[in-house]
């Protein structure tokens, strides 16, 4: 290759094609690597003007290598002419040598035309554009481009060649390899570069591609931050704002952020900001709760702020409600504490360092701990430790192994129950609850009590299960839903009832139509749901039902505590026959009675007309005026007289008893002196007292005055008990008649020294025609103390018998000062 124009001394070509060829050499290198680290940096740091400015220095200093290579050829003929030169030329040679090295060590091909019109010269390899093309066949673009680019590239270097226009073209081989072109005039020549650009492609668009990514990602995030409603915020290197988001900007009421940056308006006050700086000054984040104000309002935030490449970045997170929400926990939990310290079940709470945390006076009394030794927090394997020292826990084999288990519950997700017998014959129930944060809650419930009562209850139950099963009454319970829970034996048999079917604890209704066939009474069963179903009115029900077995049942229902009823089913047909012949016994006895009354009343009144002829006669037979009788014939009308007195006495008697018996008998009420009233009596028994030698002792306050009442029937009463009294007095003994008054009655009194009244007759010497001379020489009809009972009870009196048997008797009649008959008239 001949030069055609003058070149700089050989000295400064040479610097200039060295520091060229470096840096031309270098930049290839680079980008077969990847690109390091160092040029992605630059370039990351480089605008688009600025690569294309690097591209037109690396090219200038590419021809000024390819200049420097034609000067030295042409030097080279030169210095066969210079032989004085030789050693220079040397340097220049071996300079040469070592720049050619360097400049082939890149994938490139360079293609220089001098300035006519011969053959160019092709220097490189161009095995990076095509494996089998050889360099003389670089310029048969049509070998290895597309006929598109291909032409292109032939225009280029003719406007190259002819005009001098420099150009540069990316082309992609039909191997799909990337090829840079760039042709420039330099001096005489006309060079155009071919370099392999296809790893340097790939890079930039991988690199195009992570900052397009990562430029999505920080538009991402800023929107983010811009959307967060926490305030966000970053600083430079001397602390000075220099991103804020919206809600920083409505935190520090201000219009919006740039206004912010602006001001520099802080959301923290200085005392908080410089706390926050000297923690990152130590190399730490700060991570803390601060008071600010926010919107006028005082807050308390969540503090987070880290340092950064460009300096640091912070939020602060609203904890004001977390705050209130942790005092309200802290209150609740100091309440929960004291209910806890209360209970009588005993609480123990160890954390997740099973150290003890919080215990109860249940818990500290029940193991009888020292305090200063659970204020130590001791863990708890110390306590059932100490536990088992003192004989507190329940004996056990491998005492390891036990607590290995027990401890089994910090690593477990459910409660779980245990019960413990301790020596001591006390039986706890422990439960162990995992706690959420870590740690095992210990509940402590003596139920030695509840043990022993419920084995009470069992044989309470037993014995009450043994008494129904035995028990002749027929006995079912029903619940409150309506279903048979209980029933006996005798329910089942008195029914009928299959025991299989009871067992099903059958419906109400199911049971009334099991025991339909034996009876069929809908209203009584209907009576019998209510009263087992009802919700409101459950009152008890009772009734007597007769089945169609002739069986007769009474039944009864008994509301129970419990919601339930009991049903009660009592066979009384026995007592029913029984009671059905009483009934008939009775009413043939009535019909007796009635027909002894009716037949002695009209024998009475039969009896009273010719006895009163008798009577009558024997008053005329007795008058001088009728002429004289002989003595014998006196003598027996004095006993007609005394026998037919003492007859009308009784048919009297009898009408006046029958009288009252029919309710006919009325009292003719008013004054009575009552010395007057018993000295008549007594004067009605004289000659008793005097014919069996009796004495009579008649006591009664002479001021005792009267009282209202019927006379006649006072001095009746008076006299049937003296007659009563004399009549069982043996001969020489004593009666006595008193008279007392109280503040409401007028109490008579009648006392002999007769033989007494058995007890088992007290009853009955009151009644019609009953009478016992209990071994005296009294002969009666029975008919003086019934007549005494009509007249005081008519009164509305009462009269009692004391009597002894030999030791007398003593009747004892007691009047009310005003009767009832006297109260009717004076009203």
């Known amino acids: 290759m001949r030069a055609t124009l003058a070149l700089p001394s050989g000295t400064a070509l040479a610097g200039i094609a060295l520091g060229g060829l470096a840096l031309a050499a270098a930049s290839p290198a680079l980008a077969e690597q990847g690109i390091g680290t160092a040029t992605l940096r630059a370039v990351s740091t480089l605008g688009a003007s600025e690569l294309t400015t690097l591209a037109v220095i690396v090219g200038v200093v590419t021809f000024a290598v390819v200049a420097a290579i034609g000067w030295v050829r042409t030097d080279r003929s030169a210095g066969l002419q210079r032989q004085a030169d030789g050693a220079e030329i040397a340097s220049l040679q071996s300079d040469i040598d070592r720049l050619a090295t360097l400049l082939m060590s890149e994938p490139q091909v360079l293609v220089v035309w001098t300035a ?62 990337h090829v840079e ?37 920080a538009d991402a995030m800023r929107s983010l931050i811009e959307m967060l409603p926490a305030p966000v915020w970053m600083r430079d290197g001397a602390g000075q704002l220099q991103l804020v988001n919206a809600a920083y900007a409505r935190a520090v009421e201000a219009p919006d952020a740039t206004v912010v940056l602006g001001s520099g308006t802080e959301l923290l006050d200085t005392g908080e900001r410089e706390t926050v700086a000297r923690t990152l000054a130590a190399g730490r984040e700060f991570r803390g709760r601060l008071p600010a104000i926010v919107a006028g309002s005082r807050r308390v935030m969540d503090v987070l702020e880290v340092p950064v490449t460009q300096g ?8 004001t409600e977390a705050e209130r929400l942790r005092a309200e926990l802290d209150h609740i939990l100091a309440a929960h504490r004291r209910t806890l310290d209360h209970l009588a079940t005993g609480v123990a709470i160890f954390g997740a360092d099973r150290r003890l945390a919080f215990y109860n006076t249940a818990y500290r009394t029940l193991w009888d701990l020292d305090p200063a030794f659970l204020a130590e927090q001791p863990s708890d394997g110390q306590v059932l430790d100490r536990l088992r020292t003192a004989r507190r826990l329940p004996e056990q084999k491998d005492f390891r192994e036990w607590k ?95 025991p299989s079917a009871l067992a099903q604890h059958p419906h109400i209704e199911q049971v009334i139509g099991l025991c339909r ?64 012949a009483l009934r008939e016994r009775n009413e043939a006895l ?35 005026s009728t002429g004289p009788l002989t003595e014998k014939q006196d003598e027996y009308l004095g006993y007609i007289t005394v026998s037919t007195n003492a007859l009308l006495a009784i048919i009297n008697n009898i009408l006046d008893l029958a009288t009252i018996d029919a309710g006919a008998m009325t009292l003719n009420p008013g004054p009575v002196d009552i010395r007057a009233t018993m000295e008549a009596a007594v004067e009605g028994v004289q000659d008793r007292l005097v014919k069996h030698d009796i004495a009579l002792d008649l006591i009664a306050d002479p001021a005792i005055g009267d009282f209202q009442a019927d ?15 004399i009549g069982f007095s043996p001969p020489g003994g004593r009666v006595t008649l008193t008279a007392e008054r109280t503040d409401s009655a007028v109490v008579f009194t009648v006392s002999d020294e007769g033989p007494g009244i058995p007890p088992e007759m007290a009853d009955k010497v009151f009644d019609w025609f009953e009478s016992d001379s209990q071994g005296s020489g009294h002969r009666g009809v029975g008919l003086g103390l019934s007549i005494v009972r009509s007249f005081v009870e008519l009164h509305g009196g009462t009269v009692r018998i004391d009597s002894a048997v030999g030791g007398g008797a003593t009747v004892v009649c007691s009047f009310p000062l005003v009767t009832a008959a006297a109260r009717t008239a004076a009203e």
Request: proline share 5%; hydrophobic share 40%; glycine share 6%.
């Open 116 to 177: 006519g019109l011969g053959e160019p010269e092709v220097i490189g390899e161009a095995s990076f554009i095509a494996p089998t093309l050889a360099p003389h066949d670089i310029l048969a673009f049509d070998q290895w481009l597309e006929p598109d680019l291909a032409a292109a590239v032939t225009d280029a270097i003719d406007r190259l060649r002819v005009e001098g226009e420099a150009f540069a073209l990316l082309l992609t081989t039909i191997l799909g390899r």
């Open 711 to 725: 006379g006649r029937r006072i001095r009746q009463v008076l006299f049937n008990l003296l007659s009563n009294a």
């Open 181 to 217: 072109a760039e042709g420039r005039p330099i001096g005489g020549f006309a060079v155009m570069k071919l370099r392999n650009v296809s790893g340097i492609k790939r890079d930039l668009a991988e690199f195009s591609v992570r900052c397009q990514k990562l430029q999505s990602e």
């Open 312 to 319: 640091r970045i912070g939020i602060a997170i609203d904890a």
């Open 590 to 624: 009535v019909a007796a009675d009635e027909l002894k009354l009716d037949f002695v009343h009209h024998v009475s009144y039969e009896l009273r007309s010719p006895l009163t002829n008798i009577i009558g006669f024997a008053h005329f037979l007795g008058d001088p």
């Open 404 to 498: 290995r288990e027990l401890h089994r519950a910090y690593h477990s997700r459910e409660s779980e129950a245990h019960e413990w017998h301790l020596p001591d014959r006390r039986t706890l129930r422990v439960v162990t609850t995992p706690n959420p944060e870590g740690g095992v809650t210990y509940l402590f419930d003596d139920i030695t009590e509840r043990l022993e009562l419920e084995r009470r209850f069992d044989a309470l139950i037993r014995v009450q299960g043994e008494t129904l099963d035995n028990l002749a009454e027929a006995v079912a319970v029903f619940g409150s839903d309506g279903r048979l829970r209980l029933f006996n034996p005798a329910f089942a048999n008195t029914w009928k009832l299959p």
């Open 517 to 580: 066939p034996l009876y069929r009474d809908d209203e009584t069963w209907h009576a019998l749901r209510s009263a087992v179903t009802a919700l409101d009115s459950r009152d008890p029900i009772s009734g007597r039902i007769e089945r169609s077995d002739g069986s007769v049942m009474d039944f009864a229902t008994v509301p129970l505590p419990d919601g339930s009823t009991l049903v009660t089913f009592h066979d009384v047909t026995d007592s029913v026959n029984v009671e059905r």
